[in-house]
C-alpha cells in the first residue's frame, strides 16, 4: 500500500502578532514545518510528503525542505483559496492503492506513533481521524441562552485524518461548501461514515505565542527522556 502525507501549510502569522507565517517560525533553531516534515520521513521509510503551500512561500518551502533527512520524499504543490482547494490540489499528486494523511503543517508535535495508529485503522476501517476527550466543561451559546453539554461525549478533532486515497479523492469531487472545516466533514458529506482514533494531547495545533512556547518546552523534555514526568 502506498504511503502519502499531504501537508497544509497556509498559515499566516495574524493571530501569532507576526508578518512570518508560523509555519516557518523557528522551533528550536528548526521552522515548525522541518519538524513536521520529519516526523512523517520517520514514521515509514516508504512515504511520500505532497507539501502544500502558497505561491509565495514555495521557495521559502524548498530551502526547508533541503534540510530535511529525505528531500526527494517531497514534493510542493501550490494551495487554492481555502483549505479544501489546497487539499484538493495536494490529492492531484497522490497515486491509487494509497493511504493518504492530511496534515496541518503546524502541528510539529505529532509522534510517528499516531501516524502509525492512524494507518493501521485506516486499513482495518477504511479512515482515521484521530481526537481526544474534552477536560473542560462544555457550554453551547445561541446568543440568548447557553447550556451545559455532556463533555465526556465531546472529542477534539485532530490530524492527521487519514483514509483510503480513493475514498478521499473522490470525496473531493463535490462542490466546495463553508460547512467543509476539515477532511472528515468532507468525506462523511460523501456518506462516509467517519472512524475516530485516540490522538494525543501534545499533538498541539501553532497558532498563538503560548503554543511555540510549550512546544518548546514538549521537545526540550522529550531530548532529556522527562516525558514521564509531564
Excluded at 33 to 40: D, G, I, P, V, Y
Excluded at 105 to 127: F, M, S
Excluded at 170 to 191: I, L
Excluded at 193 to 211: A, F, R, W
Aim: net charge neutral; charged share 20%.
Amino acid at each position: 500500500m502506498n504511503k502519502y502525507a499531504v501537508i497544509v501549510a497556509g498559515g499566516s502569522g495574524l493571530r501569532m502578532g507576526t508578518t512570518v507565517p508560523k509555519q516557518f517560525l523557528l522551533l528550536k533553531s528548526k521552522p515548525v514545518l522541518w519538524h513536521t516534515l520529519s516526523a512523517f520521513l520517520t514514521a515509514y521509510d516508504d512515504l511520500k510528503i505532497i507539501l502544500v503551500l502558497p505561491d509565495q512561500f514555495i521557495e521559502t518551502g524548498n530551502a526547508i525542505i533541503a534540510t530535511t533527512s529525505a528531500p526527494d520524499r517531497i514534493v510542493v504543490t501550490p494551495g487554492g483559496e481555502t483549505r479544501f482547494h489546497s487539499v484538493k490540489n495536494g490529492l492531484k499528486l497522490v497515486e491509487k492503492n494509497a493511504v493518504v494523511f492530511v496534515h496541518d503543517g503546524v502541528r510539529c508535535l505529532i509522534t510517528p506513533a499516531l501516524i502509525h495508529r492512524c494507518y493501521n485503522a485506516t486499513l482495518e476501517k477504511g479512515n482515521a481521524i484521530p481526537a481526544i476527550t474534552a477536560i473542560d466543561s462544555i457550554r453551547i451559546d445561541d446568543g440568548n441562552t447557553n447550556s451545559i453539554i455532556d463533555r465526556s461525549k465531546v472529542r477534539i478533532i485532530q490530524t492527521p485524518q487519514t483514509f483510503l486515497a480513493e475514498d478521499l479523492t473522490k470525496a473531493f469531487e463535490q462542490p466546495y461548501e463553508p460547512s467543509f472545516t476539515d477532511e472528515a466533514t468532507v468525506a462523511e458529506k460523501n456518506g462516509i461514515k467517519i472512524n475516530l482514533v485516540e490522538g494525543e494531547k501534545m499533538n498541539i495545533k501553532i497558532t498563538h505565542p503560548l503554543d511555540l512556547q510549550v512546544a518548546e518546552f514538549f521537545l526540550v523534555e522529550q531530548a532529556a527522556g522527562r516525558l514521564h514526568k509531564l
